[in-house]
């Protein structure tokens, strides 16, 4: 269930506004994007499709969001746009995951849809920290130069497309804060 939790980045065990408090589907995900909105963050839903499972191929995703991928692309200038999928069940995971925990920022907007499973991006914007959790149908956009983290958790399970503006795909600039280490992790 895609949710949001605010916090005061100096009070990570205190969230001033969580989204499960709200117990409608729909008045939650309105006020989700209603307030992400509010701060500069686009946040969208998009019809999923639930024959696309783990090991798709790349191009098979891409195909069946083909309208929404090129959309997106015209609006924005995407240059790449690439598929990730990732099982619990990756060699790897530990170190992917390390490689998104630390707080960082990009020269260009950070954009994820989620097309299955989740992941918990948490932006530390002014002295808030929003964590959001986005699941299927998730779109979401961190604006360019925002300190942020990813966590996909210790047993990943999600498929997303990535746009980038840089052809050269995911380029990070490290804060050097420890800052995410304080905060929640996803629990999967």
Known sequence: MTALRIFVDDNPRSAIFDSNSIADDLSRITTITQKLAEMGIRFEQWQTLANL???????EVLQAYQAEVEKLITEEDYQTVDVISLRSDNPNKATLRAKFLNEHTHSENEV???????????????????????????????????????????????IAIRFFNNPEGWVANFTGSDIASQFSRLEN
């Not at 499972?53 to 191009?59: I, L, R």
């Not at 956009?141 to 210790?154: I, K, L, Q, Y």
């Open 112 to 158: 994820r849809f989620f097309v299955a499973g989740k992941g918990l991006f948490s932006l530390h914007l002014n002295n808030l920290v929003l964590e959001v959790l986005c699941t299927q149908g998730d779109l979401i956009s961190v604006p360019a130069n925002t300190r942020h983290w990813f966590d996909m958790g210790e047993n990943p399970n999600f």
């Open 53 to 59: 499972e783990f090991g798709t191929p790349q191009e």
